[in-house]
């Protein structure tokens, strides 16, 4: 019952006794010390009888009760009424009436109710607890969750055991039973003939939270994962995934923490018929029985307070393991290793990239593999008044089939910051750069703006700019208001863009990120050239409990000639699209963020997209939507898209809540000629409820997806998820 579970009227005895009780104390450690309101002895008997809030002490032991007799003869403690019992671990049993050695330290409690130091109660009919300081009740309960309500009332644990026979033993902080039952709440229990498991931090073996699945391919799936504590730092887990349409999969990780860092491994592994697309090469279904599996490895390391070493290592043997098993949706795995080195003024790293794709269509072999990607940089304060960084960068890129590219680099730029008399911020800027690249097959490459000349090429850039932006501040409207306006100028030679190759920045668009950045391609590959003025303005509202934050910008440049960005990303004309973004928010209810590109030409919006949370932490609505209307149809990277996401979570009680969100594709072939969707394609959704406490996590979900991807098929899935916080690891 509930109120077995409940705290007791008494305080646990203090720590240590009182300033005067600690001078009256005997020298010897192991003898009793005690206070109470009144002592009596009876000479003929050989009993000392303590009444009124009794405390006695010995060797980190203590105890609390309205009555003590003591029997000097058979060395029996006999304790009534509200006790308390504390030993040198911190653990406290409550009870009626206890009878314990003059030790303190082994006795049977009566009505018993132990309170565990680190967390979890045991309450029982009666026990006892030996000399070292193993406790064993019988008839009882066992929970670590809240017994009572945030009023303060009593009520009834989210889940319990219940036993014949339990077993504490604080030397390896585990409680095992004999004849137990779990309950939940008040369903009838679950058998648990033989069980045992950790309390507090530690941990230890053991079979962990199963759980179910179903879904259309693979049909009912059971997963039971096994816990071995290998050592107080490293662990390993092994889970079988067990299913109805499917051979069996194994799953397990490996952690482990060292001096240095820590690093983690995630194998999965079956063997099955595997699928990566619907036809093959030569129009036949490929679909065969073999290994598939994947890897998954994480590794971070300190070595001193300036190097680090960092790698992740993601592989899979075939495009739809992933899909096909629910591990992931990426369409990419990346695979890097990187060394660095990090000062106060110098930044070092070596990086080794791979990537595997998991596209339909893509040629795996096409993927370029990035070994080395060395970059060093070094900052110089107080250079002309002002700070000067240098760069070297070198990238070597190899692939299987296609294009190969190496290409080194060094540059220097100058910055140079002043505000004047009237609050302008002034920032000069000197940029020079030069660089070698050599290209190999350069006709595997299809778009031609990418290619770059055959062998070895040279490039210089260089380029100037002066940034200036003039705040003003002051009240408006019961708060502070603040306009900037903003004037960049940057002076650029023609640069020879398409004697090299592109290999770093194929994705151009212009947005409120980089409207006033000195090169708005995103990589080292192009560089924008000419010269231009960009102008814009930012504005921002505080007031209390609610703010904005705005930018627009815009962009003229002087050149006539032909650009290299191509039409539709807002830059291929003298004059720019126009570039936003708005911030608005109201204390932690509301965030919206809108960014959107206007056509120069009528206004139309080239770029509309809203990112939008509304509510509290327990019921909240998240709203995204992208519509890309570029109209760009030559170039790979940059297809028009439309796509909404939606997601929101409902309190619907105090521990329960409903949830739910979906992704709807809105491109039509009108936006892009590659597209299969209609205008509204469900891409995939989520439904379910859930109920979360301070000790039991319980939910129910249902997951549609609407695609096919090989043997990864679209359909109903559902996943029942019941895991109980505080119970071992």
């Known amino acids: 019952m509930a109120q077995d579970l409940q705290d007791r009227a008494v305080a646990p005895p203090p720590a240590e006794a009182a300033p005067a009780e600690a001078a009256a104390a005997p020298a010897a450690s192991d003898e009793i010390r005690f206070t109470a309101d009144q002592v009596e002895y009876d000479s003929e008997t050989d009993i000392v009888t303590a009444t009124g809030d009794v405390r006695m002490f010995r060797e980190g032991d203590r105890l609390r009760a309205d009555k003590v007799s003591w029997n000097r003869k058979s060395g029996q403690v006999v304790a009534e009424g509200d006790i308390a019992v504390t030993n040198p671990q911190g653990d406290v049993a409550y009870g009626d009436r206890i009878e314990l050695t003059d030790t303190l330290k082994d006795g049977m409690i009566q009505n018993m109710l132990v309170v565990l130091d680190e967390g979890g109660r045991i309450a029982a009919r009666s026990g006892n607890r030996n ?149 093959g090469s030569d129009g036949e279904v490929n679909s065969k029985r073999a290994f598939r599996g994947y890897l998954d490895a994480v590794g971070n390391f300190q070595l001193d307070p300036n190097w680090s070493v960092s790698t992740s290592l993601r592989l899979q043997t075939d495009d739809t393991f992933l899909r096909r098993y629910d591990i992931s949706r990426e369409d990419r795995l990346r695979n890097n290793v990187a060394v660095q080195r990090i000062d106060e003024n110098s930044y070092f790293s070596v990086n080794a990239w791979a990537v595997q794709t998991m596209r339909l269509g893509d040629n795996q072999k096409m993927q370029p593999v990035a070994l080395p990607v060395v970059d060093y940089r070094r900052r110089f304060q107080n250079i002309a008044g002002g700070v000067l960084q240098l760069q070297a960068n070198t990238l070597a890129l190899f692939r299987e089939e296609g294009q190969d590219t190496q290409r080194a680099f060094a540059a220097a730029q100058w910055d140079l910051r002043r505000v004047t008399d009237w609050g302008q911020q002034l920032t000069l800027t000197a940029y020079a750069r030069g660089d070698i690249y050599n290209t190999n097959d350069t006709l595997e490459t299809m778009v031609a703006s990418y290619r770059g000349n055959e062998g070895i090429s040279t490039r210089a850039i260089g380029a100037l700019a002066l940034d200036v932006q003039w705040p003003f501040i002051g009240e408006a409207f019961g708060g502070t208001q603040r306009i900037t306006p903003r004037l960049q100028t940057v002076v650029s030679p023609r640069t020879a863009n398409l004697s090299v190759p592109n290999e770093d920045s194929r994705a151009v668009d212009l947005d409120d990120s980089n409207i006033f950045a000195l090169n708005r391609f995103s990589g080292y590959d192009r560089f924008e050239d000419s010269t231009r003025f960009t102008y814009g303005l930012d504005y921002a509202l505080f007031l209390p409990g609610f703010e904005i934050n705005a930018s627009v910008g815009q962009s003229y440049r002087l050149s ?72 760009i149809d030559v170039i790979e990277d940059l297809q028009d898209r439309e796509e909404l996401r939606v997601g929101a979570r409902v309190k619907i009680g105090r521990f329960w809540s409903a949830f739910g969100s979906a992704t709807i594709d809105l491109t039509d072939q009108r936006e892009d000629i590659f597209s299969a969707s209609d205008g509204f394609d469900a891409i995939r959704h989520r439904l379910g409820v859930a109920y979360e406490d301070d000790c039991l996590r319980l939910g129910a979900t249902w997951k549609r997806d609407y695609q096919d991807n090989g043997d990864a098929r679209g359909g109903n899935s559902y996943l029942l998820t019941l895991a109980f916080k505080n119970l071992g690891r």
């Open 131 to 279: 000399a070292g300081g193993i406790i064993q009740v019988e008839q009882a309960t066992y929970s670590p969750c809240a017994v009572t309500n945030s009023e303060g009332c009593p009520k009834q644990p989210s889940w319990q055991i219940t036993a014949v026979r339990v077993t504490y033993d604080p030397t390896d902080h585990r409680i095992r039973y004999s004849g137990a039952q779990l309950k939940l709440f008040s369903l009838p229990g679950i058998p648990l003939p033989s069980f045992s498991h950790v309390v507090g931090g530690g941990s230890a073996g053991g079979v962990l939270t199963p759980s179910l699945r179903i879904d259309r391919v693979n049909g009912l799936e059971v997963t039971v994962p096994y816990y071995f504590a290998l050592a107080p730092n490293r662990d390993l887990t092994v889970t079988p995934h067990i299913f109805t349409n499917a051979l069996p999969m194994l799953q397990a990780e490996y952690r482990q923490l060292t001096d240095t860092g820590a690093y983690r491994v995630i194998g999965y592994g079956t063997y099955g018929r595997r699928t990566d697309a619907m036809m």
């Open 560 to 631: 006539n000639r032909e650009t290299i960005l191509p039409s539709g990303t807002g830059l291929d004309d003298r004059l720019s699209d126009i570039v936003g973004r708005t911030e608005i928010r109201y204390r932690d209810f509301v965030q919206i963020t809108h960014r959107y590109r206007l056509d120069k030409d009528g206004l139309a919006v080239r770029r509309n997209e809203i990112d939008a949370a509304i509510g509290s932490r327990q019921t909240y609505i998240l709203v995204g939507y992208l519509r890309l209307n570029r109209d």
